[in-house]
C-alpha cells in the first residue's frame, strides 16, 4: 500500500509539473505555440486518413467494417487538411475544451478537499477555496470574452500554471493526511538510563 500511495504521489506530482511546463511555454510562446499544435494536428489527422484510405485500397477484402474505416480515414484527412488551411478555426475552440479540463480539476480538488476535511486536517479549506478558484478559472475560459487569441493563450498559460502548483500543494496535504492519518500527535520523551 506505502508502495502504491508513493507511485501516485510521483505521478499527480509529474502531472502537476507538466501542466506547469505547458503553462510557462503558452505564456511566454502564445502564438507560435498555437500554430505549431495546429499544424502537428492538422498533419496528423491527415497522416491517419492518408493511411486508413491507403490500408482499404491495399486490402484483397474489403467488407462493411474496411469500408467504413475508409469513409472514416476521408473523413479525417478532409478535417485534417481544413485544420492546416484555417487553423484559426481550431484556436477558437482550445479555449473551451481546456477550460471543461481545468474546471474538472478544479471540481477534483474540491473532492481532495473534502477528503481532507474528513481525516481533521485543518487547512483544508485553503485546498477547497483553490479548487474553486481552479472550477472558477476554467468557466472563464469556456465564456471566453477575449477577441485577441494570444490574450486567450497567454491566461490559459497562466491558468495552467496555478493549476499544476495549487495541485502540488494539495497533493502534498492530502498524501501528508494519508500517512500520518489525519492527526499529529505529540509525546513527551523520556530519558532511559540503561543499566549496567
Known sequence: MKDFLKGLKVNYTASALVCVVVGLVLLIWPGTTTQIVCMILGLALLIYGAVQVFLYLASKERNMISQGMMLLGVVVAVIGVWILI??????????VIV??????HGIHNISQAIT?????YDGWWIACL???????LGA????NPFSVVNTVVRLIGIFLIYDGL????IISRVFQVKKG??????VEG??????K
Open 99 to 104: 477550460g471543461i479540463l481545468i474546471a474538472i
Open 116 to 120: 481532507l476535511k474528513k481525516n481533521q
Open 140 to 143: 472563464v475560459l469556456i465564456y
Open 86 to 95: 484555417k487553423p484559426e478555426m481550431i484556436i477558437m475552440a482550445v479555449p
Open 181 to 186: 492519518n489525519g492527526r499529529v500527535v505529540d
Open 190 to 195: 523520556n530519558w532511559v538510563e540503561e543499566e
Open 166 to 169: 495549487s495541485d502540488m500543494w
Open 130 to 136: 483553490m479548487g474553486i478558484l481552479t472550477v472558477a
